[in-house]
């Protein structure tokens, strides 16, 4: 049962993101997702999208209580205790604002022994913050490259990896595709996304059909 002031914590995610926990919001209320759906990024096939619009309906009141209270300073206490050594934000949903983002930024400084790892394509708010906040030694900036087929090398300001998808299974580049759990392509058999010091700042993983 949803407690008013608690963020739900997704604690079964499926597909690669099996074993992660993650803290995912409601796409299909999320203004900038709305924009983007409607264009020929990666975002006009959003996985979430048709999810939460169709088999995960049971979803959609869960993320959307998430939304209701990260769009809003949350306080310390109301935040969640981790226990788990690596944590998701965003699996489904987008940052909503700089509300969203600072507390994100509060869960990991609650949660220094948890990485806490940031999926976003919103520049906007990523350079607000860093404008304003010194980003946590546990907190993971990736930017999302809403283009198909045009891999960005290196990630943009305010961010620390990039995430690119390509729609070619032949793809040299692709280096994505066992669960994130398992995922040791970093440098010391290292997790490329939920390690900072990985040595891999370039993800590609092959588009989902």
């Given at each position: 049962?949803?407690?008013?002031?608690?963020?739900?914590?997704?604690?079964?995610?499926?597909?690669?993101m099996l074993g992660i926990h993650a803290l995912n919001t409601n796409t299909l209320s999320n203004v900038f997702c709305r924009h983007m759906n409607q264009t020929s990024?990666?975002?006009?096939?959003?996985?979430?999208?048709?999810?939460?619009?169709t088999y995960r309906q049971?979803?959609?009141?869960?993320?959307?209580?998430?939304?209701?209270?990260?769009?809003?300073?949350?306080?310390?206490?109301?935040?969640?205790?981790?226990?788990?050594?690596?944590?998701?934000?965003?699996?489904?949903g987008e940052l909503i604002n700089l509300n969203h983002l600072i507390n994100v930024h509060n869960i990991a400084s609650k949660n220094p022994d948890t990485v806490v790892?940031?999926?976003?394509?919103?520049?906007?708010?990523?350079?607000?913050?860093q404008q304003q906040y010194t980003q946590p030694e546990n907190q993971i900036h990736i930017f999302s490259n809403p283009a198909v087929d045009s891999i960005m090398e290196s990630p943009p300001v305010g961010f620390d990896k990039v995430f690119n998808v390509v729609?070619?299974?032949?793809?040299?580049?692709i280096n994505c595709g066992s669960r994130c759990r398992d995922c040791?392509?970093?440098k010391n058999n290292?997790?490329?996304?939920?390690?900072?010091?990985?040595?891999?700042?370039c993800i590609v993983e092959l588009r989902k059909s």
């Open positions: 049962m949803l407690q008013p002031n608690k963020l739900h914590i997704s604690t079964k995610m499926s597909g690669k990024t990666i975002c006009g096939d959003c996985y979430s999208y048709r999810m939460l619009d049971n979803c959609t009141d869960l993320f959307q209580h998430n939304s209701d209270l990260l769009k809003h300073l949350m306080k310390w206490d109301d935040l969640p205790r981790l226990y788990t050594v690596d944590f998701r934000i965003n699996a489904h790892t940031l999926w976003s394509k919103r520049r906007d708010i990523i350079n607000k913050y729609s070619d299974g032949t793809n040299p580049r040791t392509i970093g290292k997790s490329a996304c939920y390690t900072l010091d990985s040595g891999v700042d």
